[in-house]
């Protein structure tokens, strides 16, 4: 079967210029490929009419898809409607169902729709409207010689969604494509080349048409295996019990399959097993907390936390005691147990987490470098710490101390 | 004076495949920026002869420079330099000096060079070679026609040394460069569209070698002004004037100017004004106070937070009256009122904000859809309200939400 080839091309000079990283075209490669799509070039051009009509030009000749983002907004500089509609030689008019949509976009949040966002709803007549559920400009969906040309806005949000709903559908209809199954195998608490050291017979005894991949993030490595061939339900069940000989290896590891963040397996364990949690995060600031709440449905099972980030906060609000701090400082196992213990019993759940340490650039000791952070898990049978020697970079620490929380509840839920 | 058009190409599967994403190409953007080289186009295709082999060519026809990361490790799939000696019609020869600086690389790290490594050495001999001191791929500087060939390994801090000590400084003396001088100006609370109606005249009357740009993130438009000229000082100072020329029409939703998000700039003014916060967010789950103390020496104004996710925490931690929860309901002026004074009071700050809303996408009722959201400021000298009515998606409700409290905090702390 031959290869349906596709070309990414982002349109606009603030990536160019370096303004803003490209992540969408990462996003999009995977999600090809998941349906067999494969990516041959990746092209990104300015805010110019002769580049971006040249760039039309070369792409349809070298693809069968050309997936466009970028350059849809109202405003002047936004230039790949108005070429699109020059490239396939049709005029652009207002499109009836494009402005009811708009419409009704801007009286959902109260805005008015102004002369300028009116023009969103003009479209080349060659193209398919494709509906833009949470933004204003639409996607066009163009066909020329069994090529397709798709455009796209390129919000990250709203481009995932279209792309979603409408042009991988659309692509899986249209094309013929090789069966190609996925199964991600999620990791936490290892690093990347450790886990390859263990892993590395069964990685080698992988037959040909199944590729592995080694997808590393803060705190986490996936892996992904790939199967080609022609008969899903083979494919699948070759996978899954090859998926399946890596647990003696490495499944201490393996907090779950698929899309779903460790947060989200952390819900799913703490909802299965009736249990609450609370959180006191320092060092984080609030951002284990927004990990957590970040999934649907969690307030079912998490009530609250408090960030005390201050010395007196911590005394006075979450109710550390002074002679702890005092004695041992924020930073420090006495602390953080008090602190778990202390926002269990206050917000009566059953979990209690905390954290404590030097997200940096400052506040260092000799003693205390920055990238030390405590953390603790405690409920009503065990109270576990962990002490952690992360980066130098803020952000960095802040995510890493997050997750690293997350897999010290994974590791202490009661079974 | 003709600009000096880049373009930069990327070789490589592991990006196509979005194994990882490109960051190299956002740096060297920048860095060529600053100099006045024009970035026109970034490609990145595979590790496929056919495919490379073209890229040089279209890249040899529009650009001045064409930068080169990736393809330059000792095993098969990488191709770049066997390719640029074809391309460039010359042979490969083990470069002296190349094995001399490879040979003491291996031997500081007290490592064996294998036969392997030693092909790192083995270059066209019409290219000149260009030290990597801190990795073993050399880079390869050539020139045809006035045109600049140059290739770097794709690792994010070899490229970085080597394009730093030796591709800038060279790129500078070859060839003669345009000043281009950038003001990017931040606002917030007011969509692109509406933005650009307010400002359009003054954009209408921009001369034509300064460009204006759109870019618009969740709750924010960034607008960059780009000059192009001789002098830096002229271009600094016209820019500076068409700036503050923009502050009379929509003055009162820029929060800065250039790199530091609206965080930094409320961090900023609260250490200005030596003030204190403290944060009780509902619905926002913690990424308003991550949001807060993102910023490094965010501890010299941010206390702490609470998360008062339930409502029996709402009650017995905040201390919001249960009467005003029963009447009015968690999402209510009411009781956003009451977080914000009470989360001032208790945690003994200047200023208290609060967030209470509907992220979605459970929860909502026939009076209260979902991306409902109450926000509140709340200082010595009054409390400011805001009701909100946001989108569907729980993330987005989240951001969004966040940022319309940092800019309520922007809008009432004290003159």
Known sequence: ??????????????????????????WMSIELDKIGVKVIRKTTV????????????EAEKR????????????????LTKPLLAKYFNCEMKMHAEALEELTAFFKSRGRELTDTNKQQALLPVCCTKITNAIGTAP???????GKVFMAMPGVPYEMKRIMSDHVIPRLKEKFEMPVIVHKIIRTVGIGESILSDKISDWEKALPPHIKLAYLPGIGEVKLRLTGTGKSEADLR????????????????????????PLEAAIGKALLEKKLTISVAESCTGGYLSHLITSVPGSSNYFLGSMVPYDYQIKMRQLGVRPEVLEQYG????????????????????DVGVATSGIAGPGGATPEKPVGLVWIAYS?????????????????????????AVLNLIRLSLPK
Chains 1, 2 share one sequence.
């Not at 290869?3 to 606009?12: N, P």
């Not at 300015?46 to 030009?57: P, Y």
């Not at 693809?63 to 936004?78: C, H």
Request: net charge negative.
């Open 63 to 78: 693809a069968d898809v050309i997936l466009i983002t970028g350059g849809l907004g109202p405003t002047s500089d936004d």
């Open 379 to 403: 409920d009503k049978y065990h109270t576990v710490t962990r002490k952690l020697q992360l980066s130098t970079d803020r952000l960095l620490n802040i995510k890493a101390a997050s997750i």
């Open 139 to 145: 996607g066009m969906w163009f066909e020329r010689n």
């Open 237 to 260: 069940s070759e996978i899954e019990s090859l998926s399946e000989k890596i647990l003696p290896l490495a499944g201490e590891y393996i907090f779950g399959y698929g899309e779903d």
């Open 46 to 57: 300015g805010d110019v009419e002769s580049e971006i009509l040249t760039a039309f030009a």
């Open 330 to 349: 924020a930073v420090s196992e006495p602390t953080i147990i008090e602190m778990a213990n202390i926002v269990r019993a206050k917000f009566n759940t």
């Open 1 to 26: 079967m031959k290869s349906i080839l596709a070309e990414l091309l982002t349109i606009g000079d603030e990536i160019l210029y370096g303004q803003i990283v490209d992540t969408n075209s990462q």
